[in-house]
C-alpha cells in the first residue's frame, strides 16, 4: 500500500528591556524559534533573573503537556489504532529523513483500507517537532483547483493559476517547527486516476506534473505525502489488508461489549476482507444491537 520515491513520490537591564524580551519571547513561542527562546534565557541570566528563567522553564513544561494532549486527542478522535506498524514506521522513517530535495510518499490502495488514518497516525506521531498542513483533495477534479486548495491551506492569496507562485513558495517553505513539515494532500483519487483508453483523464497529467515539478526543488524541510486510491506507476507496493489479530482487537474494539468469540470474530474479519473500514462498520453495528455477530 505504500507507494515512496524521490520523484513522486518537502540586553541589557531596565524594565523595558523586560519587556521587550518577554514580548519577543511570547513572540518566539508563537513562532517555535528557538534560538530567540535561549537568547533570552541567557540574557536574563547574565543579570541575575533566574526568577524570570524559572518561569519560562514551568511555561514551557506547561505547554509541552497540552500540546501532548491535544496530539492525542485529535489522534485518538477515530478511536486507537490497530496494527500497520511496519508500514507506519516506514511512512514515518521517511519522513523523518534529512533528504536536500522534496521527498514525497504517496500512500496507495483500496478505498477503506486505510490511507489516511495510516497517513495522520504517522503525521501525528511526528508532531511534536514536524508541522502538519493537510489539505483534502477528494472533490477536486482539476489541476487549477488543487492549486488553489493548496495555496488556500498556506495562506497565500493567487487569483490566477500560476503554477510558479506554487513552486516558489515550496522552495522557500520555512516550517513553524523544528524538524520540518508535512504537506499532506489526502484523498488525490480523481487527480491520480488516468481514466480509461476511452475516456482519459485529462487532469491526471498536468496534476503529476506538478507534483513531479514540486519535488525536484530543494527544501530539506517540506515533505509531501499523498494519499489515493489510484495506485501510481512510482509504487513500492504493499498490503490492502490488517493481519487478522489486528482486524479481531479492532472489531472486538468497535464491538465494544458485545460478546463474541475468537473463532467467531476471526470470520468475520476474513469475511470484512480485514479493510479495517469494513471491521469497523461491522464492528459498530454489533455495538448498537442492529445486527448480532454470527457467521453464516
Ligand atoms: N490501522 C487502523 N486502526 C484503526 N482504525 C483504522 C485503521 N485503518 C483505518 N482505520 C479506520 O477505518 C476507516 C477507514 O479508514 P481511512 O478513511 O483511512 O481509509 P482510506 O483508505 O483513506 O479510504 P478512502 O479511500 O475512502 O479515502 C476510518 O474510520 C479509520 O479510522
Ligand atoms: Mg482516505
Same mark, same amino acid.
Given at each position: 500500500?505504500?507507494?515512496?520515491?524521490?520523484?513522486?513520490?518537502?540586553?541589557?537591564?531596565?524594565?523595558?528591556?523586560? $519587556?521587550? !524580551?518577554?514580548?519577543?519571547? /511570547?513572540? &518566539? *513561542?508563537?513562532? +517555535?524559534?528557538?534560538?530567540?527562546?535561549? #537568547?533570552?534565557?541567557?540574557?536574563?541570566?547574565?543579570?541575575?533573573?533566574?526568577?524570570?528563567?524559572?518561569?519560562?522553564?514551568?511555561?514551557?513544561?506547561?505547554?509541552?503537556?497540552?500540546?501532548?494532549?491535544?496530539?492525542?486527542?485529535?489522534?485518538?478522535?477515530?478511536?486507537?489504532?490497530?496494527?500497520?506498524?511496519?508500514?507506519?514506521?516506514?511512512?514515518?522513517?521517511?519522513?523523518?529523513?534529512?533528504?536536500?530535495?522534496?521527498?514525497?510518499?504517496?500512500?496507495?490502495?483500496?478505498?477503506?483500507?486505510?490511507?489516511?488514518?495510516?497517513?495522520?497516525?504517522?503525521?501525528? $506521531?511526528? !508532531?511534536?517537532?514536524?508541522? /502538519?498542513? &493537510? *489539505?483534502?483533495? +477528494?472533490?477536486?477534479?482539476?489541476?487549477? #483547483?488543487?492549486?488553489?486548495?493548496?495555496?488556500?491551506?498556506?495562506?497565500?492569496?493567487?487569483?490566477?493559476?500560476?503554477?510558479?507562485?506554487?513552486?516558489?513558495?515550496?522552495?522557500?517553505?520555512?516550517?513553524?517547527?523544528?524538524?520540518?513539515?508535512?504537506?499532506?494532500?489526502?484523498?488525490?483519487?480523481?487527480?491520480?486516476?488516468?481514466?480509461?483508453?476511452?475516456?482519459?483523464?485529462?487532469?491526471?497529467?498536468?496534476?503529476?506534473?506538478?507534483?513531479?515539478?514540486?519535488?525536484?526543488?530543494?527544501?530539506?524541510?517540506?515533505?509531501?505525502?499523498?494519499?489515493?486510491?489510484?495506485?501510481?506507476?512510482?509504487?513500492?507496493?504493499?498490503?490492502?489488508?490488517?493481519?487478522?489479530?489486528?482486524?479481531?482487537?479492532?472489531?472486538?474494539?468497535?464491538?465494544?461489549?458485545?460478546?463474541?468469540?475468537?473463532?467467531?470474530?476471526?470470520?468475520?474479519?476474513?469475511?470484512?476482507?480485514?479493510?479495517?473500514?469494513?471491521?469497523?462498520?461491522?464492528?459498530?453495528?454489533?455495538?448498537?444491537?442492529?445486527?448480532?455477530?454470527?457467521?453464516?
Amino acid at each position: 500500500m505504500l507507494q515512496k520515491g524521490k520523484h513522486f513520490i518537502m540586553a541589557t537591564t531596565g524594565i523595558n528591556t523586560y $519587556r521587550r !524580551l518577554w514580548h519577543f519571547y /511570547l513572540k &518566539s *513561542v508563537r513562532k +517555535r524559534h528557538c534560538a530567540l527562546k535561549f #537568547a533570552l534565557k541567557e540574557k536574563l541570566d547574565q543579570i541575575g533573573r533566574t526568577d524570570l528563567v524559572e518561569a519560562i522553564d514551568e511555561y514551557e513544561r506547561e505547554r509541552e503537556v497540552v500540546v501532548q494532549k491535544e496530539n492525542s486527542k485529535s489522534s485518538a478522535l477515530e478511536g486507537p489504532f490497530f496494527g500497520r506498524e511496519d508500514l507506519l514506521q516506514s511512512v514515518i522513517g521517511v519522513l523523518d529523513e534529512e533528504q536536500s530535495y522534496i521527498h514525497v510518499i504517496c500512500i496507495s490502495g483500496m478505498p477503506g483500507a486505510g490511507k489516511t488514518r495510516l497517513a495522520y497516525e504517522a503525521c501525528h $506521531r511526528l !508532531l511534536r517537532l514536524h508541522q /502538519l498542513i &493537510s *489539505v483534502n483533495l +477528494r472533490e477536486i477534479t482539476t489541476v487549477e #483547483a488543487a492549486f488553489f486548495a493548496i495555496l488556500h491551506r498556506l495562506n497565500v492569496e493567487c487569483k490566477t493559476y500560476e503554477p510558479e507562485v506554487l513552486f516558489s513558495l515550496v522552495k522557500n517553505f520555512r516550517p513553524s517547527k523544528a524538524a520540518g513539515a508535512i504537506l499532506l494532500l489526502d484523498s488525490a483519487d480523481y487527480l491520480l486516476d488516468p481514466g480509461t483508453r476511452d475516456k482519459p483523464n485529462i487532469n491526471s497529467e498536468p496534476f503529476i506534473d506538478l507534483i513531479r515539478q514540486a519535488i525536484n526543488l530543494m527544501n530539506s524541510q517540506l515533505k509531501i505525502v499523498i494519499t489515493s486510491r489510484t495506485v501510481t506507476c512510482f509504487s513500492l507496493e504493499g498490503d490492502n489488508e490488517m493481519n487478522l489479530e489486528d482486524g479481531v482487537a479492532m472489531m472486538k474494539h468497535h464491538a465494544r461489549n458485545t460478546d463474541i468469540d475468537k473463532d467467531t470474530c476471526e470470520g468475520l474479519v476474513r469475511f470484512c476482507g480485514k479493510i479495517p473500514l469494513a471491521i469497523r462498520v461491522l464492528g459498530s453495528r454489533f455495538q448498537d444491537g442492529t445486527i448480532k455477530p454470527r457467521i453464516c
